[in-house]
């Protein structure tokens, strides 16, 4: 009854935590890309991340909530098609947004000179079509899934690797061949290109950081440009990002090992799918300071208005 209860409040938590935590990034990122003086792709990037975000913690996180809550199944056979399907190409053009994201922050702060600041995109219309082929990408690999999930409500013994809901039905293994390679073959290129890039950037940071201590050793002030202080803020995501994507790997595969009771297995295994959408809004809440930004901005409002009927 104690781990029950544990169980059904993280997922709770986690649910409405991330959901909220990432509309509060879209939000801020929105109105400052809206309102800013220069539209920056890169809050493009995040807005569109966050977005994906939502879409798994309500797929997956919601869907998991209320079934361990005991409410009643109202998923039908298209219902968790729709939901399974909508949650697994979620996941994917999120980690194509996450090689997306650290590819670009990394053109952004390299130096003038370099080759590589000529694929700087210029404006928003640069990375929109990344976007529609990430969900077309995603979509085809997926594709698999809508003949492959099926509601628990059909009663169909034969269906195994289940939730309460909805259960996954064994695949034939032409299926399973050509949607297994595609999807390795998309993480390695865009876990590929999140590495090369990532590295690059802590190259760059080093160099800026020996730049700042010699000029402290000059007793010359220097401050850390935006650039740079976002490209930290984009290396700490894509560590939360690695840990949650490679503990995923690592529990799918105890998953197909294990012959003992895989129910702890699986509770774990959803948490860490939700973790990286539940705590990436953490680290940009955080290192950009977002919602203080905010709320400072409001109150300043506020006392205005308050002083100008003061007056009157």
């Known amino acids: 009854m104690l781990l029950k209860f544990i169980k059904q409040i993280v997922f709770l938590f986690m649910t409405v935590f991330g959901t909220l935590g990432n509309i509060s990034v879209s939000v801020n990122y929105m109105i400052t890309w809206w309102v800013g003086p220069?539209?920056?792709p890169i809050h493009l990037i995040l807005i569109h991340l966050a977005f994906t975000n939502i879409i798994i913690l309500l797929a997956k996180g919601l869907q998991k909530t209320m079934e361990d809550f005991g409410l009643r199944n109202f998923l039908d056979d298209i219902g968790c098609k729709i939901l399974i399907y909508l949650q697994r190409v979620a996941r994917g053009v999120s980690i194509c947004t996450s090689g997306?994201?650290?590819?670009?922050q990394a053109i952004i702060i390299s130096p003038r000179a370099s080759g590589w600041r000529k694929l700087k995109?210029?404006?928003?219309?640069?990375?929109?079509p990344f976007f529609s082929f990430f969900w077309i990408l995603n979509a085809l690999i997926g594709k698999n899934l809508i003949h492959s999930v099926t509601s628990a409500s059909l009663n169909i013994s034969q269906f195994k690797n289940g939730d309460n809901y909805c259960y996954f039905m064994q695949e034939s293994q032409k299926t399973k061949?050509?949607?297994?390679?595609?999807?390795?073959?998309?993480?390695?290129?865009?876990?590929?290109?999140?590495?090369?890039?990532?590295?690059?950037?802590?190259?760059?940071?080093?160099?800026?950081?020996?730049?700042?201590?010699?000029?402290?050793?000059?007793?010359?002030?220097?401050?850390?440009p935006p650039e740079l202080r976002a490209a930290q803020s984009v290396l700490l995501l894509m560590l939360c990002f690695v840990f949650f994507y490679w503990a995923d790997c690592a529990f799918s595969l105890l998953l197909s090992l294990s012959l003992a009771d895989k129910s702890l297995m699986?509770?774990?295994?959803?948490?860490?799918i939700l973790g990286y959408a539940?705590?990436?809004?953490?680290?940009?809440?955080?290192?950009?300071?977002?919602?203080?930004?905010w709320?400072?901005?409001?109150?300043?409002?506020?006392?205005?208005?308050?002083?100008l009927l003061s007056v009157q």
Request: some cysteine.
């Open 121 to 128: 995109p210029q404006s928003v219309w640069h990375i929109l």
């Open 278 to 293: 539940t705590f990436s809004p953490v680290v940009l809440i955080h290192r950009d300071r977002l919602l203080p930004e």
């Open 100 to 104: 997306l994201l650290t590819v670009v």
């Open 38 to 40: 220069e539209k920056k």
């Open 266 to 272: 699986l509770n774990c295994q959803d948490f860490i």
């Open 295 to 307: 709320w400072h901005a409001q109150w300043e409002k506020l006392r205005k208005f308050i002083s």
């Open 177 to 224: 061949w050509i949607a297994l390679p595609l999807m390795v073959l998309r993480d390695a290129v865009f876990q590929g290109a999140m590495g090369g890039a990532s590295g690059y950037m802590v190259l760059l940071l080093h160099k800026h950081h020996q730049h700042v201590l010699h000029l402290q050793n000059s007793k010359l002030f220097y401050r850390t």
